[in-house]
């Protein structure tokens, strides 16, 4: 595969409990080079953009007052088969059926506050790092 690239956040619960250093550990031992990293809050507009596909589902306000309610770190990761190689080292969406070893299984409590977010394709990896970074922000 070519290298490319995906789009993370460390979300407001991982941030919170203080998980930043160990989660950046794991990103950093899997191979990934970090292109863009900051510490930011999103607000209610940036939140119900970035999870516009989601705004039908019954969780969407949770999900935008979860992802508003304190600083996330976004980041741009660098990789060989980014976007999946990614997918699988945070794992499934519900902790509770993510692997040994994955990043939620370890830091995530919950479906809902998860701990980390990762682009599910190359296209949305663009468009969500485009959302919260500008060319010169980007190596
Ligand atoms: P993903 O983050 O693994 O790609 P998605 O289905 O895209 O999962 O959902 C986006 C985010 O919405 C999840 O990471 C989680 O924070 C939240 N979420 C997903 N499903 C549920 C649910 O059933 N209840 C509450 N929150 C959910
Ligand atoms: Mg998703």
Redesign the pocket.
Known sequence: MATNRTFTML?PDAVEKGHIGAILDKIAAAGFKIVAMKLTQMTKADAETF?AI?NE?P?FG??VA?MTRGPIVAAILEKENAVSDFRTLIG??NPADAAEGTIRKMFADS????AV??S?SDENAAIEGAFHFSGRDTF
């Open positions: 979300k999870y989601h589902r969780f949770e999900l979860y499934a969406t479906i809902s506050e998860n977010h990762g599910d």
